[in-house]
Every structure is written in C-alpha cells, then in structure tokens.
C-alpha cells in the first residue's frame, strides 16, 4: 500500500502510466506479463476484438517505448513479448490503480458507517 499520507494525485503522477490507460495497450500488456515468450499477433487481435490495424498501432507505441519487443517468425508473422521494462511499468500500474480502488471504496464505505 501507499505510505499515509501520500497524496493521491502524487502517487497517479508517480505510478500510473499514460500509455497504459489506453484498453487496448492494457489488454497487450495483461496478455504479456503472464507469457513467459513471445506471443503470435494474430491471437492478440483475435482475443482484444481489435482490428489489426489498430492493434497494430498500439503494439509500435509500446515497441517504441520500450514497454514490448517484436519478432517476425515464419511467414512473415509478428511475434510480441514484454520487455523487464515493460513488465515493471505495468506492474507499478496496477498496483496504484488497485491501490487507489481501494482507497475509494474505503472512503465510500466509511462515509456509510
């Protein structure tokens, strides 16, 4: 958890990463973390219900931030995986927005009590 205190705004600015607040690049990213190698872009583009050309775009933001590495394989096929870089942003990510989650829902459920 955050340390008491710290305001929220400070740790938003700290924590929370911009070009992950897209869907699309936060799907990527979800998918990533948790595969071990490099991912085939045809699933990603089947399982986001994104059109290829706008997956696309999205992975060569990533790519250019460092957050992803891209492959060709066989046939000219796009291959995905994270970087460490991109594993620890994402992580950070998370874990201020389910910080600040739950920083609201107890604040809700105080204002009940």
């Known amino acids: 958890m955050e340390k008491p205190g710290t305001p929220l705004a400070q740790r938003w600015y700290e ?3 911009r070009l992950l607040l897209d869907p699309a690049r936060m799907f990527v990213m979800g998918v990533l973390v948790n595969c071990p190698d490099y991912f085939r872009f045809g699933n ?3 399982n986001s219900g994104v059109t290829k050309t706008v ?3 999205h992975v060569r933001r990533l790519r250019l931030a460092g957050y992803v590495e891209t492959r060709r394989g066989a046939c ?3 291959w995905i995986r ?3 870089l991109g594993q620890q942003r994402f992580e950070l990510h998370v874990k ?3 910080e600040t989650i739950t920083r609201a829902r ?3 459920n105080s204002a009940r009590s």
Do not use: F, H, K, M
């Open 15 to 17: 924590d929370i990463d």
């Open 44 to 46: 990603l583009c089947e």
């Open 55 to 57: 997956l696309a775009r």
């Open 76 to 78: 000219n096929e796009l």
């Open 82 to 84: 994270t970087t460490s």
């Open 96 to 98: 201020a927005a389910q």
């Open 106 to 108: 107890d604040v809700g």
